[in-house]
C-alpha cells in the first residue's frame, strides 16, 4: 500500500512539473504581442520598463526559473487584462462557486447513476432496466452544453418552475447540477449495472446463495462491494469531466464561477489568467485523480495488503 | 421416521433458451440414507450438476424449470420443490450445504474469511458476530487450517487453494447441516491436494454424521469416498448400485465404458485404456430411444425405438439396459466389469 | 419388464465414425458475432440511422440550392418553412445545408481521429506488449504520465497558439487521445500472448510474424473495432465542447458543435436553431452508443451462445 501511494505521489509531481513547463512553452509561443492592442502606443522607452516589469527582458531559461519558484510559491502572476488584480486572487473569488455547482452535481451523478444501474441490474431484460438504460443513452447523446439551454430554457423560462440562470440562491444550483451530472450520470449508470451483472454471474453468489442469505444480504453486502471497485476506478476521469464540464455550464447559466472566468480570458487573450487557470484547473484534476487512486487502494483489499511486491 | 435424508422420484429439469428447450435432467429417481455418502458419476452436460442444485433450489427459475410429477422430498417430510424462496433460504445453509468445485472463484474476493463463514451462524442460529467469529475459528481449525485466529482475518487471495477449499467446506459445515453436497470437490486441485481434502471430508463425515451427496467424474474419489453410488447418462439414471456393485458387478455398458477409460493399478500395463467413442447426445431434441445408443457397441433395436427401465439386480443393484431382459442375448461382459472378455 | 417380441434384439450396426459428428453446426467467430449483432435490434437501428445521417451529410448540400456561407440580412431567423427547410440563422444563411456541412465536418474529426487512434495507439500498445520487459516498462511509465494531463487543457493551449481550426483539434487529440486505445491494444495483446493458443502456435513452429498476424491481432481486432466505435463520438463531443467555449471551427465553416453553440444563446428566441441540430447531434451519438454496445456484445466471445 505505502509503495503503491509513493507512486502515485511520484507520478502526481511530475506531472504537474510536465504541465506547468509545457505551459510555460506554450505561453511563450502565443502569437500576438503580450501587451495586446495598447503595445502600438507605447514608446520603445515604456516598452523597456514594461518588459523589465514583466521580467520579460530575461532570457527564457532564466524567465523558466523564476516561473517555477513563483509557482512554488503560489503567485501565479498578474492578470494582463485587470493588472490591479492577482490571478491568485480572481480565483479565490471565482472558485467557490465552482466548486459547489461541481460538488452538486458530482453528488447527483453519484447517488442517482449507480442506483439506477443497481436497479437496472437487478431487473435484467425488464422494465426497470429499459428505462434505465433509455435515460443512460439519452445522458450520453445530450451533452452538457445542450442539455443546459433545453433545462434552462424549458423549465426555466417556460415552465418557470426553477430559475434559468444566475446564482443566487438555493434554487439556482438546480439545473446547472443537474445538467452538469447528466451525462455523467448516464456513464456511471452503465458502468455499474455492467459491473453488477458481472459481479452477479459470479461464483462466490452462489456460494452466498447456497448459504440461505436472503435477496437482500446477497446484493447488498457480496454484490454492491464487489460491483462498485471498478468504477471507483473511473472516479478520477469522472470528476475531471465534471470539472472541464464547468466551463460550458457556468456560461449557459451565467453562474460566477471559473469557467466563466476562464471562457472570458480566452475571448480577451488575457495570457496571464489562461495560464494561470490552466495550472490551477490541471492541478486540480491531477490532485484528484491521485486522491481518487488512493482511495482505491483503501477499498480493494488486494492492493491494500500487497506486501510491496510488483 | 424415516432413515432416507433425500428422496428422489422422477426429477425432470429442463432450461428454456433461445433456441428452444433443453432437457437436462429426464426423470432420476434415487434415494440417500442418512450418514451415507452417495456418488454421482458422469460425462460433462449429463445432467449430475444439475441434479444436485436442484436439490438446493439453486438454479434461478425461469430459465430452468421443474417438471410437473418431480418431487424431492427431504428428511421424510419436506417437499422441496413445493417450496418458496423465503422457506428455501431457511433450509440452505443450515440444513443443506454446498461446495463447489471452483475455489479460486467461489469466495467473495472483498470480504474476511471469517466474515463468510460467520455469516450463516449470524444468520441461521441468531449467534451474535463475536460469538460467530469464535465459531469460526473452530471452524478452520476443525478442517485443518494452521493458525485459525490469524487466518480468519485474511482475504481469500491471501490463501491458497486447498486451503480455500477447506475454507469452503467449513462454511458449508458450519451450521452442521444434515446433507452436504459437494459439486465436484476437487477437481481443479493438485492431486496431492485432492488427496487430503478428500480425507477431511471422509472424517468430517465420521464427525458430524451428515450425508454426503459426491458429483465427480474421477472414478478414484468415487472408490475412495463413497458407499453407493449412481452413473448417470444425458439427463437419466443408467445404473445404480453399491461401490462393489459397480466396480465389480456393473451391468450396463456405459458403465463398462466409464471403467475401461480409467487406468486402475490391477490392470495389465500393456493393455490400452478405451475410450467411449462418440459424443454425447443433443439435450434439445433428446432421441426417443436408449440415449446411450448411439455410442454403444451392443446396441439393438429395441435400442432405438425404446427407453428401456430399470431392471433390478439385486436389493443394491439395478441398471436400465435392454441386455438385461429375460429374452435378450447373452453377451459376455468385459473383464473391467467382472467378465473375461476383452472389449 | 414388459415383454417385447424377438426381432427386436438383432443387433444394429454402429456408424462410430457419424457419431463424432458435433451437434450443431459451427460457425466461425466473425459469422457468428454478425450473426449476433444482426439479432441486436438496438444495434442494428443505430447503424442503419449512421449510414442514413452520413449519406445525408454527403450528398445534402450537393443537391441544396442554398450555399453553407451565403449570407442574407433579409432573412434571418427564420422558422423552418418550405424554402428552408431548417430555418435560417442569424446571418440569413440556410440551416439546412450548415447542418449537414457541419455533419460532414463532425463526422470528419471523428473518424480522422479514430484512425489517429487506430495507428498510433494500437502501434504503441503493440510494440509495448509485443517486446514485454524494459520497454514496456518505460513505454507504460510514459503513458501514465501523459494520461493524467487533461487533454482538454493542452488542447486549449494548442489552439490558442496554432489558432482555431479542424487540425489544430486534430492535433491535439494527436497527442493525448490515443492513451486509452494503446493501453487497450497492450491489454488485450498481453492476455493473448499467455493464453495457450498462442504457446501452440510456437511449439509447431510458427514464426513471430505468422503469431502476430495470424492470431494475435485477429484476436485483438474486436475490442479495437468496439473502442473506435465508442472514440469516434468521443471525439466529436470533445470538438462541439471546444465550440461551445469558442475555439472550435472558425465560421464561414460550419461544424455541429459551432452550429448548437450559435443557437444556444438564442434558445428563447429561435429555438429551432438548437433544436433542429441538436436532434442530429444526438441522433450521431446516440447511433454510435448503440452500435458501439451492439458490437460489444457481439464481439464477446464469451457470450457465444
Same mark, same amino acid.
Given at each position: ?310 | ?82 417450496? +418458496? ?18 475455489? #479460486?472463484? *467461489? ?31 473452530? #471452524? ?19 490463501? *491458497? ?49 451428515? *450425508? ?12 475412495? #469416498? ?15 448400485? +453399491? ?25 495389465? +500395463? ?8 462418440? +459424443? ?19 446396441? #439393438? ?16 443393484? *439395478? ?25 | ?67 453553407? /456561407? %451565403? ?10 418553412? $418550405?424554402?428552408?427547410?431548417?430555418? %435560417? ?23 480522422? !481521429? !479514430? ?13 509495448? /506488449? ?69 504457446? $501452440? ?6 514464426? /513471430? ?30 470538438? /462541439? ?65
Amino acid at each position: 500500500m505505502l509503495n503503491y501511494t509513493l507512486r502515485r505521489l511520484f507520478y502526481m509531481i511530475v506531472t504537474l512539473w510536465l504541465i506547468s513547463t509545457v505551459v510555460f512553452v506554450l505561453m511563450k509561443n502565443l502569437p500576438g504581442d503580450p501587451f495586446g492592442e495598447a503595445s502600438q502606443k507605447l514608446t520603445a522607452e515604456n516598452r523597456k520598463i514594461l518588459m523589465e516589469q514583466y521580467g520579460l527582458d530575461k532570457s527564457l531559461p532564466e524567465q523558466y526559473l523564476i516561473y517555477m519558484k513563483s509557482l512554488l510559491k503560489g503567485d501565479l502572476g498578474v492578470s494582463y487584462q485587470f493588472p490591479a488584480h492577482s490571478v491568485t486572487d480572481k480565483i479565490k473569488q471565482a472558485f467557490p462557486a465552482s466548486l459547489e455547482l461541481g460538488l452538486w452535481a458530482a453528488l447527483i451523478a453519484v447517488s442517482v447513476g449507480l442506483l439506477l444501474g443497481i436497479i437496472a441490474s437487478l431487473n435484467h431484460n425488464k422494465t426497470p432496466d429499459h428505462a434505465a438504460m433509455v435515460t443512460a443513452v439519452i445522458g450520453v447523446s445530450i451533452p452538457s452544453f445542450v442539455m443546459g439551454p433545453l433545462l434552462s430554457y424549458f423549465v426555466g423560462v417556460k415552465l418557470g418552475w426553477l430559475p434559468p440562470g444566475l446564482w443566487n440562491g438555493p434554487e439556482h444550483r438546480v439545473l446547472p447540477a443537474i445538467a452538469l451530472s447528466f451525462g455523467t450520470l448516464a456513464i456511471m449508470a452503465r458502468m455499474m449495472r455492467t459491473s453488477m451483472l458481472d459481479v452477479l454471474n459470479q461464483d462466490y453468489i452462489k456460494t452466498a446463495k447456497a448459504k440461505g442469505l436472503s435477496g437482500y444480504a446477497i446484493v447488498v453486502k457480496h454484490t454492491i462491494r464487489n460491483a462498485i471497485l471498478p468504477v471507483i476506478t473511473v472516479l478520477g476521469p469522472i470528476f475531471v469531466s465534471l470539472i472541464t464540464g464547468t466551463l460550458v455550464v457556468e456560461k449557459i447559466f451565467s453562474v460566477p464561477g471559473l469557467g466563466t472566468q476562464f471562457i472570458l480570458s480566452i475571448t480577451s487573450n488575457d495570457y496571464t489568467m489562461i495560464s494561470g487557470l490552466t495550472l490551477f484547473y490541471s492541478s486540480i484534476l491531477v490532485v484528484v485523480i491521485f486522491l481518487t487512486d488512493i482511495a482505491y487502494g483503501f477499498i480493494d483489499p488486494r492492493i491494500r495488503l500487497a506486501k510491496g511486491r510488483k | 421416521m424415516s432413515d432416507k435424508i433425500l428422496e428422489v422420484k422422477d426429477l425432470r429439469v429442463s432450461f428454456s433458451t433461445y433456441a428452444g428447450e433443453v432437457q437436462a435432467v429426464r426423470g432420476v429417481n434415487f434415494d440417500l440414507n442418512k450418514g451415507e455418502v452417495l456418488a454421482i458419476v458422469g460425462e460433462s452436460g449429463c445432467g449430475k450438476s444439475v441434479t444436485a442444485q436442484t436439490i438446493m433450489r439453486l438454479i434461478p427459475t425461469p430459465p430452468s424449470v421443474i417438471k410437473q410429477g418431480s418431487s424431492i422430498l427431504f428428511d421424510g417430510k419436506v417437499e422441496i420443490t413445493k417450496l +418458496t424462496n423465503r422457506e428455501m433460504e431457511r433450509i440452505r445453509g443450515s440444513e443443506m450445504g454446498m461446495i463447489f468445485q471452483d475455489p #479460486m472463484t *467461489s469466495l467473495n474476493p472483498t470480504m474476511t474469511i471469517g466474515e463468510q463463514i460467520a455469516e450463516s451462524l449470524i444468520k441461521h442460529q441468531n449467534m451474535k458476530h463475536k460469538a460467530a467469529i469464535e465459531r469460526a475459528v473452530e #471452524m478452520l481449525k476443525l478442517v485443518g487450517i494452521s493458525n485459525p485466529e490469524g487466518r480468519v482475518k485474511q482475504f481469500p487471495h491471501e490463501l *491458497s487453494g486447498g486451503m480455500r477449499q477447506r475454507v469452503m467446506i467449513a462454511i458449508a459445515l458450519a451450521c452442521n447441516p444434515k446433507l452436504l453436497i459437494a459439486d465436484e470437490p476437487t477437481t481443479a486441485l493438485d492431486v496431492t491436494i485432492q488427496a487430503q481434502i478428500i480425507e477431511l471430508m471422509k472424517k468430517l463425515q465420521e464427525k458430524t454424521d451428515a *450425508s454426503i451427496i459426491l458429483i465427480t467424474h474421477d472414478l478414484g474419489v468415487v472408490a475412495d #469416498m463413497a458407499q453407493r453410488v449412481i452413473v448417470m447418462y444425458a439427463g437419466k439414471v443408467v445404473e445404480q448400485g +453399491t461401490l462393489d456393485d459397480i466396480f465389480y458387478r456393473a451391468e450396463h455398458p456405459y458403465t463398462w465404458g466409464l471403467l475401461r477409460s480409467v487406468p486402475r493399478l490391477d490392470q495389465n +500395463t500393456d493393455e490400452e485404456l478405451v475410450p467411449i467413442p462418440g +459424443t454425447p447426445p443433443d439435450l434439445f431434441a433428446p432421441p426417443k430411444g436408449c440415449a446411450f445408443a448411439a455410442r454403444c457397441p451392443y446396441a #439393438m433395436q429395441a435400442c432405438l425405438e425404446e427407453d428401456p427401465e430399470h431392471t433390478k439386480l439385486s436389493a443394491t443393484h *439395478s441398471a436400465a439396459c435392454w441386455l438385461l431382459h429375460p429374452d435378450a442375448p447373452k453377451i459376455e461382459k468385459p473383464i473391467e466389469a467382472g467378465g473375461r472378455h476383452h472389449g | 419388464m414388459m415383454p417385447v417380441s424377438n426381432d427386436k434384439f438383432k443387433p444394429v450396426v454402429q456408424d462410430t465414425i457419424g457419431r463424432e459428428q458435433i451437434v450443431r453446426p459451427s460457425l466461425n467467430y466473425w459469422q457468428d458475432a454478425w450473426r449476433r449483432l444482426k439479432k441486436n435490434k438496438l444495434a442494428m437501428t443505430g447503424l442503419i440511422i449512421l449510414v442514413f445521417l452520413t449519406l445525408m451529410s454527403i450528398f445534402m448540400p450537393l443537391f441544396s440550392s442554398h450555399d453553407y /456561407a %451565403t449570407q442574407n440580412y433579409d432573412i434571418t431567423n427564420l422558422r423552418p418553412s $418550405a424554402e428552408h427547410w431548417f430555418g %435560417t440563422d442569424d446571418f440569413g444563411r440556410d440551416l439546412w445545408t450548415r447542418v449537414w456541412w457541419g455533419t460532414r465536418i463532425s463526422l470528419f474529426i471523428g473518424v480522422t !481521429a !479514430a484512425l489517429i487512434d487506430l495507428v498510433i495507439g494500437v502501434i504503441y500498445g503493440g510494440i509495448s /506488449a509485443y517486446y514485454g520487459g524494459r520497454v514496456d516498462n518505460i513505454m507504460q511509465r510514459f503513458i501514465e504520465i501523459i494520461y493524467a494531463i487533461p487533454y482538454l487543457i493542452i488542447a486549449i493551449l494548442l489552439i490558442m497558439v496554432l489558432g482555431p481550426g479542424i487540425w489544430s483539434i486534430l492535433l491535439a487529440y494527436a497527442l493525448t487521445g490515443w492513451v486509452p486505445m494503446a493501453r487497450l491494444v497492450r491489454g488485450q495483446l498481453l492476455a493473448l500472448k499467455e493464453q495457450e493458443f498462442v504457446m $501452440a502456435a510456437r511449439t509447431l513452429g510458427a514464426s /513471430a510474424r505468422r503469431i502476430i498476424f495470424r492470431h494475435l491481432i485477429p484476436n485483438s481486432l474486436g475490442v479495437i473495432i468496439v473502442q473506435i466505435t465508442f472514440v469516434v463520438p468521443s471525439a466529436i463531443f470533445f470538438e /462541439a465542447f471546444l465550440s461551445f467555449i469558442g475555439l472550435g471551427i472558425r465560421p464561414p465553416l460550419a461544424s455541429l458543435g459551432s452550429i448548437l453553440s450559435d443557437g444556444a444563446s438564442v434558445i428563447r428566441f429561435h429555438p429551432h436553431r438548437i433544436l433542429i441540430p441538436t436532434a442530429v447531434f444526438s441522433m450521431i451519438l446516440l447511433s454510435f452508443n448503440l452500435l458501439g454496445d451492439g458490437l460489444r456484445d457481439a464481439l464477446d466471445p464469451k457470450m457465444r451462445k
